[in-house]
């Protein structure tokens, strides 16, 4: 039985870069040579980036797109790494469209493909068959679908490559290559992070290398873009089901596994829709030692952790600010934010601003204080009673007027330094208060990446005592004050002001939003489920209203299987609190 010695490269590509993606796998490439690798299996489009959106409708795009990846074949000739078979996530494109194209697919003029680069050229290709529009998906748009099967012969094995969504289909490609004799299974991805994926993703790579009968090496890519973030966690599971090999977390990451591999069946008929190509020339495996595996947490409030941290550096670190800028309340959803993004960034690149009104609390100034020492971070503090003062002469404003404009006017505040010294402004509202509209427009929503905006109020008390508790296991000073964690939540915006005063108490809220959001129930199935009639109403009717306030607000990182912008698509103009409550 052969021995087949194979490189998963997870990159963290960073769209539409093709150069700098182009020279992260030239490295990748490098690193897997230099470890005996006969071939290196990079994620979903990582030549240019996940999701392209759009840009996939750009002939100029995906003609330069093409360039490139001849360009990295003929570098991995000249750098020594020809006989190596490296394959590429990319778009390819543009294609002339048949007459008869189908109106879904008229605009769109490229598949999303993989191909195999080997002695200086492109061997083979093949496009990606299963087109998602679910979720944050919607390749339908810009991609057209990928009608043939291919199968590699390589080194004395046969490969099979499937793109993402074709593996969790068990039609089309995975039905062809089903019951053919597959040394191995090769599938490049872009799936996102969201929590408990990993439950999900795992038992299908499994369940198809068991049903397959074939070594399955899956490679996803890592990193923040957008509101995405990619967490990695490539693997290679072996046709008993066993996951063999594991990649770093949300971090680039090359693995070198040696998968014992039978030959291929000189004989098997190809099945119908395939295609078959012979690689000629890949090098034999090395017999250098690997190192050993890459240290894992399991540790689901840490994978949150670094998603969203993650999210935060590549969103900074990819658009080219220089740090970021929060006001610094005392509470604990600031605090956590600030923990969040120094973690992210570091210290030197976190400014905090305390920004107390008439309504402040001296505890509250003290925690924003303590946490600002904590951490590290720059902090000032830029009081906001002579700015208040001012509208409230001029407009006679009081009762709700009067508390919003305390929170544009730090709102104000901090977009005139964010334009003065060049900061990101973070605003700090958790996916709670979104849902039910509790923040005020163009105040405390001011900012451009939203760190907990997919984080529920009960999950930003479980990561604040987590991250505390992790200070401390590590002999570190806990960074986010006690106090900031146990005082009741409050805007003070009035005097003794309390969350509770306008909203359920956050364990029960969560409880309904995670049904009425999330899941997609409706008011009657969640009523069904034991809650009270009124409150679920009034909290359907209060997200209903909040959605104009959501479209306007910063994206942040996605974590849920339902986050408020790409994944929940409803209108703004509605009657559905009408509807779902009964006469």
Not at 461 to 490: C, F, H, M, V, Y
Request: aromatic fraction near 6%.
């Amino acid at each position: 039985m052969p021995r087949f010695r194979l490189a998963l490269a997870q990159t963290n590509p960073i769209v539409g870069h093709r150069s700098h993606n182009a020279q992260t796998l030239l490295e990748c490439a490098r690193v897997a040579y230099d470890q005996g690798a006969q071939a290196m299996l990079s994620g979903e489009l990582s030549l240019t980036g996940y999701p392209i959106e759009d840009l996939a409708l750009r002939d100029n795009f995906l003609e330069l797109s093409r360039a490139s990846l001849a360009e990295l074949a003929s570098a991995l000739q000249a750098e020594g790494m020809g006989d190596m078979a490296v394959i590429v996530g990319h778009p390819d494109g543009p294609h002339t469209l048949a007459d008869d194209a189908t109106i879904l697919h008229s605009a769109a003029r490229a598949t999303n493909s993989a191909s195999v680069l080997l002695g200086g050229k492109i061997q083979a290709t093949y496009a990606k068959h299963h087109l998602p529009t679910y979720a944050v998906f919607d390749e339908s748009r810009t991609f057209v679908p990928g009608t043939e099967t291919l199968i590699l012969r390589m080194a004395g094995v046969d490969a099979g490559i499937l793109i993402c969504e074709d593996l969790w289909r068990s039609d089309g490609p995975v039905e062809t290559l089903t019951g053919y004799p597959l040394g191995l299974l090769l599938v490049p991805n872009a799936s996102p992070f969201q929590r408990d994926k990993a439950t999900v993703r795992e038992p299908l790579v499994t369940q198809r290398a068991q049903e397959m009968n074939t070594h399955v090496a899956y490679v996803n890519i890592a990193g923040g873009q957008d509101d995405l973030v990619f967490d990695g966690d490539s693997m290679i599971v072996s046709p008993a089901g066993h996951r063999t090999v594991s990649s770093a977390w949300f971090d680039e990451d090359v693995t070198v596994a040696d998968l014992e591999i039978p030959s291929f069946g000189a004989e098997a008929p190809l099945p119908a829709g395939a295609r078959r190509v012979e690689l000629a020339g890949v090098r034999a495996p090395g017999s250098q030692p690997l190192p050993p595996p890459t240290p894992r947490t399991d540790d689901p409030l840490e994978l949150v952790w670094q998603a969203i941290t993650t999210g935060i550096r590549d969103y900074v670190n990819k658009n080219s600010f220089p740090s970021v800028i929060l006001g610094l309340s005392g509470g604990i959803d600031s605090a956590l934010c600030a923990s969040l993004a120094t973690d992210a960034l570091g210290p030197e690149r976190v400014f905090g601003v305390g920004m107390p009104s008439a309504h402040s609390s001296e505890h509250s100034l003290e925690d924003a204080q303590a946490l600002a020492e904590n951490l590290g971070l720059s902090y000032r503090v830029e009081g906001i009673t002579k700015l208040v003062a001012g509208f409230d002469e001029q407009l006679g404003l009081t009762g709700l007027a009067a508390e919003n404009v305390q929170a544009r006017a730090r709102g104000v505040l901090l977009m005139a330094l964010s334009n003065q010294e060049g900061h990101l402004v973070l605003t700090t509202g958790n996916k709670s208060e979104l849902a039910v509209g509790y923040s005020t427009i163009y105040g405390d929503s001011v900012g451009g990446f939203a760190p907990i905006k997919d984080v529920p109020k009960t999950l930003v008390w479980e990561l604040a005592r987590w991250r505390n508790a992790r200070a401390q296991s590590l002999g570190e000073t806990p960074p986010i004050p006690a106090n900031s964690i146990d005082k009741p939540p409050s805007a003070e915006l009035r005097p003794d002001q309390t969350d509770q005063d306008s909203l359920p108490d956050y364990e029960l809220l969560d409880q309904i939003l995670e049904l009425l959001v999330v899941q997609g129930y409706d008011a009657p199935q969640i009523v069904a489920r034991g809650f009270e009639e009124a409150l679920v109403h009034e909290v359907v009717a209060l997200v209903s209203r909040a959605e104009w306030k959501r479209r306007q607000g910063a994206i942040g990182p996605r974590i849920s299987s339902v986050a408020f912008g790409r994944d929940r698509r409803l209108p703004i103009t509605n009657t559905l609190s009408q509807f779902e409550r009964p006469e």
